[in-house]
């Protein structure tokens, strides 16, 4: 298959099922804002190292937020509901609560499945927090130095999809990174999906396994142009740069809308081949074949 001058490999990305929570955070403006969730998004690329996958899943205007003011949808996946449990309210008191003017409301309601947030954080008020109850949703006032932190009580839990991806290969660095930017702000204008490493890109691809005792996952050498002869390379002739993008999404179908997206945008001149990553089908639910999802 090919979109213009670019390959499409007939294979499929290989995903996991996952835990996800959304939370709203809002500030008195975009400023704040920004900085409160470069904060609550430091560090968490990739549960094999962070305690959690997070992303922005969409910016909201002041009519779209609970309290009227600049806000964003952030998407937070783990293995376990146990997992997030322990991760976001960690998050949420070190990087939100201690940015200027923030508030954090749930975005995900009617769920079985929640996990505590402004329960534990109230005890940060010493005493002096308080707690009002709108419908079925508690919130908490916890008094800081600017005013009153507002949190919600609870965030509900959605069994998301986590690991959908591409891997394009590019005849240099720039084409490469230019049509990984494209596919990374492609993914961005849909609603349900996250792609959690740097600008949505990832530079380090991995593989299960290392030749180091310990070691869970090691560089992708079969994508790496400087081990080309040394290694069984995947790099299809000419390309001398290879990107994958990981996405994680709150469906299959949220997660297939977008792989499909990021393919069709990345692909041009310069871009020899589009693939994905995948660990032969034993280790992931979800099987996202290329071919499928552009057909």
């Given amino acids: 298959?090919?979109?213009?001058?670019?390959?499409?490999?007939?294979?499929?990305?290989?995903?996991?099922?996952?835990?996800?929570?959304?939370?709203?955070?809002?500030?008195?403006?975009?400023?704040?804002?920004?900085?409160?969730?470069?904060?609550?998004?430091?560090?968490?690329?990739?549960v094999i190292g962070c305690d959690a996958e997070i992303g922005v899943e969409r910016m909201l205007s002041p009519a779209d937020t609970p309290d009227g003011r600049p806000g964003a949808s952030v998407?937070?996946?783990?293995?376990?509901?146990?997992?997030?449990?322990?991760?976001?309210?960690n998050r949420v008191g070190q990087c939100v609560m201690t940015c200027p003017t923030t508030a954090v409301y749930n975005g995900l309601?009617?769920?079985?499945?929640?996990?505590?947030?402004?329960?534990h954080l109230r005890y940060?008020?010493?005493?002096?927090?308080?707690?009002?109850?709108?419908?079925?949703?508690?919130?908490w006032r916890v008094?800081?130095?600017?005013?009153?932190?507002?949190?919600?009580?609870?965030?509900?839990?959605?069994?998301?999809?986590?690991?959908?991806?591409?891997?394009?290969?590019?005849?240099?660095?720039?084409?490469?990174?230019?049509a990984a930017r494209r596919a990374s702000e492609a993914i961005a204008k849909l609603d349900g999906v996250v792609a959690p490493f740097p600008g949505g890109v990832v530079?380090?691809?991995?593989?299960?396994?290392s030749t180091y005792k310990g070691m869970v996952a090691s560089t992708n050498d079969a994508y790496c142009p400087t081990l080309r002869g040394r290694v069984e390379s995947n790099l299809v002739e000419g390309?001398?740069?290879?990107?994958?993008?990981?996405?994680?999404?709150v469906s299959e179908d949220a997660v297939g809308r977008a792989m499909k997206a990021a393919v069709e945008t990345a692909a041009g001149d310069g871009v020899l081949a589009i693939g994905a990553g995948n660990y032969g089908?034993?280790?992931?639910?979800?099987?996202?074949?290329?071919?499928?999802?552009?057909?």
């Avoid at 309601?109 to 329960?119: A, F, S, Y």
């Avoid at 949190?151 to 069994?159: D, H, M, N, P, T």
């Avoid at 089908?281 to 057909?295: D, I, Q, T």
Wanted: charged residues 20%.
């Fill in 109 to 119: 309601l009617d769920t079985e499945k929640t996990i505590p947030l402004g329960k």
């Fill in 239 to 249: 390309a001398n740069c290879a990107y994958e993008i990981v996405i994680d999404g």
């Fill in 1 to 46: 298959m090919q979109i213009g001058s670019t390959q499409i490999i007939d294979t499929f990305a290989e995903a996991f099922g996952m835990r996800f929570v959304r939370f709203i955070i809002t500030a008195v403006d975009d400023h704040w804002l920004d900085a409160a969730l470069r904060e609550a998004g430091g560090y968490s690329s990739s």
């Fill in 203 to 209: 530079r380090s691809g991995s593989k299960v396994g």
């Fill in 124 to 139: 940060f008020g010493d005493g002096f927090q308080k707690s009002k109850l709108l419908g079925r949703r508690r919130y």
């Fill in 143 to 178: 008094p800081v130095m600017d005013g009153e932190f507002l949190l919600e009580e609870k965030l509900g839990v959605g069994q998301g999809v986590a690991g959908g991806n591409i891997i394009l290969q590019g005849t240099t660095q720039e084409v490469a990174l230019d």
């Fill in 75 to 89: 998407l937070a996946f783990g293995f376990s509901t146990e997992a997030l449990a322990k991760a976001v309210p």
């Fill in 281 to 295: 089908g034993k280790l992931g639910k979800f099987h996202f074949h290329l071919y499928e999802l552009l057909g």
